[in-house]
Each structure stands twice: as structure tokens, then as C-alpha cells.
């Protein structure tokens, strides 16, 4: 296999070996392993058709890999074949200012593509908190979101089109440039798919002005039921932040302990929220001219106010909200380096959590706004009966929820804990109206859970979208769909087992 697809790419873009094997058995959920044959570092399209044509021919699986932060096991190879890096699909193609979009290869990482565009004024929306690493085409796997979903969406709102390889070899073209394309939707499947439906190589992505003004703040709260409360609240009200963002006390004890922050010692919540403001011109363009100022050429226009007038006055409204749910401290920032020191706790709290065990499992799950506060007691209940640590950090404007368990993986009676409180959990969202996941995908940590959400009639129609593109059992294997043949002897072989 190494000798052919070196053949087919270059010798040197082929790895294997049991380091690489290692490398590459897993992505940033730890607990389902399993090992590749090799990995190929293809470079453009044309390589990428060429190993899948082989793989096909071969019977062997394949399974897409960008940057391997996926939290539910997608870039795992499932049953071992040929992981397909994108690493070296990085580039930017084209940039298209007048028209607002920019082609790029899939491997490229997210925060690249703003960083292209910011001299213009635009930025890629779509911000997952592993921006600076993870790429674009697991950003459209999984259909990411992040901080600033609240407001601007999540990935699926911001692709135009994608140059994919399919399951058998051959590149399709998917989506338009223009909205409103005629016929089924099928980059809707493609976007979300979690690299079950091909590989995709290159994709246009719309940009988005960068906000004229911008105001952040960081509240703590002596409860994190005030702080979930008063989130409910901002939202009622009418006010949509631009990120909404919630850290408990473990992460706060986390950040605290690796960077030397200093927060009130008597808070057990803080809240970071972010209100911006479109550019002038952008606002002009959306808002229609009333009817007196289009037949009057000299009719003065009423004044709007200015985006900082706009932000100032969001702020206060929400700086409001937050006092009357007993805020005990609010930061605000008054330039765009107190804005990052802001951030600082949300951006590096994954990070700082390394700290407190060997291994961190991070859930996602999702439910309706005001049932926070109890799924929050609930979570901790179930932390407690497991006997494992947990630390809350979360999308709270949308209602995303994301206990992180830390624990030793080399213990398998921890493992057996967290795989069984993350399902008591995931349960308990179902229940409470939510979802099995609210942005990290279903990868093969839920794939089990699919059936507490969906009757079988439902999960036959997901299976016939997948057999559009993908009538075989090669590419990525094991993901997303429950008691996919071959599969679940894998599974009970990983789960249990102490690395
Ligand atoms: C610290 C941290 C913070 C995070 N924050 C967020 C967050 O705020 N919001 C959020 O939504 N997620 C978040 N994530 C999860 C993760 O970063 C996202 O799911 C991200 O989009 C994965 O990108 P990746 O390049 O690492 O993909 P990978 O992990 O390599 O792959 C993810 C999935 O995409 C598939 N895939 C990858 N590339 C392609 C391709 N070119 N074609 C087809 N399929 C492909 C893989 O097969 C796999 O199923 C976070 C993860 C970490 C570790």
C-alpha cells in the first residue's frame, strides 16, 4: 500500500510507521482509537481523486483528516486504511473583493483566511475556539460554530460551493456562487456530512464585513444560576450579542492556576460578552430609504445612530440585565488589548485544563436557553456520581453546552465514567427539548445516541442521503450512523481499554 500511493504522490508524502500510526489513531476525542496503515499528504485535487480511485480499487477504507481537533472521533480512521490529510492543501486560490468571497483549499485553517482578507475590512465568520489550527474543510465537516454563531451563524451559512472528491473517485463541483441555485440542496448535505460523503478539496466562502464597533465585557456572578439566568434574560430582551460566553468555576480555577488571572475569589461564573455593530454603509445597504426621502431628493433623512452609539447603547442595556441577576464584578474594555485580556479565560481555558489530569473529554449538547440552570445542577450531579471532575465553558447565547470531564485515561474504570455520564447527559438534553449535539458532531462517540432523537424510519432517510454520495462502506467508516456493519465490534474492542 505505501509503495503504491508513494507512486501515485511522492514517496515522501506517504507515512507510515508506528509513530505515524500512533500520531494519527485518534483526534481530540481520546477515548475510540484506532490505527491507520498509512497517511497521505496529498497536494491538490487531482492527488486526493487518485489515492481515493486507489483505495476503491483496493477495498480499503479511507477516512479525511484536517487538523484532528474534532471532539467526537470523526478523523478517527475506524477501521484502519489510508487517512487523507489535508495539510498540505492550504492555500488560498482566489479572492474576489467586489463580490465578497475567496476560494481556498480545504486544509487551510480558519483564522488564515480571515487573516488574507483583513486588510479589506472582511473576515470568515465562522470562528470555532480552535480557529487558529482547525482547518476549513473539517470547519465544513462538522458544520462548526463558535463564540460568534450567536449572531453570524454557523458554517453552513457562509459556504457557497465545494470542489469535492467523492466516495468513488470522481470530482464534483457543489453548490453556486449566486443565491437562490435551482434544485435539491445538496451542499446542505455536503456541509455537516462529517467526511462521510467524500473529500473535499476546495470551497468558496462568503466574507463578512468586519464590525465597525465593538465592546466587550466580563461579568462574574457569586452563582453560576445568576449567570445562566441572566443569559436567558439578555436574550429575552431583545438583544443579540455578538458572543455570549460562559466559563464555570473549574474553569476558572484552571485558567486562574495557568495564567495568574485574577478574578473575584467569591465568584463561581463568569460570563464574557461581546456586542458589535456593522459599518455605516453596510447598515444603508440593509435598511430601505423611507418612501418620503425616495420621491424628495431634498428630504433630510432621520438620523441613525453611529455604531458606536449603537454598541455603547446595547452594552449598557445588557450591563443592566447582568446587575439585576447580582453581578459581582464587571470588567469593560476600553481598547482592543483589554478586549484580548477579556478573552484570555475563554480562548485558553482548554488549554489551561490540561493541567488538572491527563486527559480532558469535552461534551456538546444542546438545549433550549432558559433550561440551562437545572441541565447545569444536573451536570454537576452527575459529575459527582461519577466521581469525575468536570469544568463548564460554553456557548451559553445558543444554548450549546460543553462539560469537559478530565480524568486519567489510563484508567479504564475512568473511561467506562465518562463515556456514561457524557450519555446520562446527552440524555437529559434529549429530554429537555435539546439535541445530541450542537456542534461537535456525532462522529462515533453519538452515533449510538442517534436513536434517542430519531425513529428508525428517520435514520433509513439520513442512510439513503449518504447512499447519494456514498454507497459503500470505505469512506470514513463507522461515523455518524448507529450499527453500521463491521462497526460495533470495533467500538466494544476500543471502549474500556487503558492506553
Ligand atoms: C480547543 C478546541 C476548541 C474547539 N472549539 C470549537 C468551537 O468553538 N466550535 C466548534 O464547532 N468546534 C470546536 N472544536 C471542535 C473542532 O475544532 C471542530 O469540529 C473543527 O471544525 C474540526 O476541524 P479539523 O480541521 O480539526 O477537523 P478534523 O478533526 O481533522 O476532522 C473533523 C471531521 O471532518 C472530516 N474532515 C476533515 N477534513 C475534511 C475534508 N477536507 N473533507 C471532508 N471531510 C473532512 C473528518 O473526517 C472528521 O469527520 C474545538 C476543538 C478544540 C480541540
Known sequence: MVEELGKLLSPERVLSGEAVARAYDCDAYTVDRSKPTCVVLPLDTAEVAAVVRWCVAHSVPFTPRGAGTGLSGGAMPALGGVVISTKKLNKVLQI?????????????????????????????????????????????????????????????????????????????????LVPGAPGYDLLGLIVGGEGTLGVVTEAWVKLTPVPAAVRTALASFRTIRDATECVAAIIASGVIPAALEMMDKGVLRAVTAAFKLDYPAEADALLLIEVDAKPVSERNAAIPRPPDTDSDPNAVSPKRPTPNETVEK?????????????????????????????????????GAMGRLAPSIVTHDGVIPRSRLPEMLDFVYAVAEKHKIGVANIFHAGDGNLHPCFYFDDRDPKQVEAVIEAGEEIIKRCISLGGSVSGEHGIGVEKS???????????????????????????CNPCKVLPNQKGCVEHKKRWRGVGW
Not at 322 to 345: F, G, T
Not at 448 to 473: E, H, S, V, W
Open 96 to 176: 474576489d473583493i467586489e463580490n465578497r468571497m475567496l476560494k481556498a483549499q480545504a486544509g487551510i485553517a480558519n483564522k488564515r483566511i480571515s487573516d488574507a482578507v483583513a486588510e479589506f475590512g472582511l473576515h470568515f465568520a465562522p470562528d470555532p475556539s480552535s480557529q487558529t489550527v482547525s482547518t476549513l474543510g473539517g470547519n465544513i465537516a462538522e458544520n462548526s460554530g463558535g463564540p460568534h454563531t450567536l449572531k453570524y451563524g454557523v458554517t453552513t451559512q457562509h459556504i457557497l460551493s465545494v470542489t469535492m472528491v467523492d466516495p468513488l473517485g470522481e470530482v464534483l463541483e457543489i453548490g453556486s
Open 314 to 350: 446595547e452594552l449598557s442595556h445588557v450591563i443592566a440585565i447582568c446587575n439585576a441577576h447580582h453581578a459581582i464584578s464587571i470588567d469593560m474594555a476600553q481598547n482592543e488589548a483589554e478586549r484580548q485580556k477579556l478573552w484570555v479565560a475563554r480562548k485558553k481555558a482548554i
Open 448 to 474: 449510538d445516541l442517534l436513536t434517542l432523537m430519531f425513529t428508525p424510519d428517520d435514520l433509513r432517510m439520513q442512510a439513503m442521503c449518504k447512499q447519494i454520495f456514498n454507497d459503500g462502506m470505505l
